[in-house]
């Protein structure tokens, strides 16, 4: 997210007290070079800042590109701009006919943005879910690097498997601030019958914007192989994930291990 949000720029001259410098001092300070933003990335900031406070809901209609310029005292041309770079960042979508709509979880397109696994053969579905415990501790020193907390603070823990098609694929674990998803029950986990994400968004008023993400070979231990009904000692992808919200929060850790028996990780460069 674009820091600042100024629609111009403000110099400042460095007084010394009234007087000018000695003759021969040979003393120079520079003041600092004042930083540039475009004006469309200044608009993209200021619409962006309308998406994380609530203004526009996930899914909700944006005001047309005409009205943002009113609203912003800028030509519609830049407005178009900034939210052509929205929409390339998954923050908007823009639907044909009928104008711009904040992204939201909860579309099919959206949904298999973050689960990168692809079946070998057939149509990427969705997986079964099995919570295995859902619990409030205090953060690990790692976790509560990640996700830029103090080591102690509140968060919840979730494990679970997920399934394809009756096989056991993939076992997780996530770490998300105790703060941010006060009343998240693994009852509740289990009766929501959408993509996490979407609870998340609907319910706990946080959005995952982007991922980092962190893959390595690994080997199945006892207690991993048991929950994937697989031998100890078969190959994993490890996934560590951290989920950034608006600004770049983080507001998930997540550690997923994957059977690729009948399965690959994909993912799209661009």
Known sequence: MVKSLAMSSVLSNAANNGAAPAAGAGTSVSAPSPTFSPLYQQIKALITQSLQSGEWKPGELIPSEVELANRFKVSQGT???????????????????????VATHHEVRAQYRFLRLMPDVGEPHHPENRIIEVKRLRAPAEVARLLEMKSGDPV???????????????????????????????????????????????????????????????????SNAELLQISVGTPLLSVE?????????????????????????????S
């Open 79 to 101: 407005v178009r701009k900034a939210i052509d770079e929205l929409a390339a960042e998954n923050l908007v979508v823009r639907r044909q006919g009928k104008g711009t709509f």
């Open 156 to 222: 919840v823990f979730i494990k679970r498997v997920q399934s394809f098609d009756g096989a056991p694929t993939i076992v997780e674990e996530l770490w998300l601030p105790g703060t941010l998803f006060k009343g998240l029950t693994a009852e509740r986990l289990i009766e929501y019958k959408g993509p996490m994400y979407g609870l998340f968004e609907t319910e706990f008023g946080t959005r995952m914007i982007r991922a980092t993400e962190r893959i390595r070979a690994v080997i199945a231990d006892e």
């Open 241 to 269: 994930r951290v989920s950034l919200t608006y600004g770049d929060k983080p507001v998930e850790v997540r550690r997923g291990l994957y059977v690729t028996q009948n399965h690959h990780y994909q993912n799209e460069l």
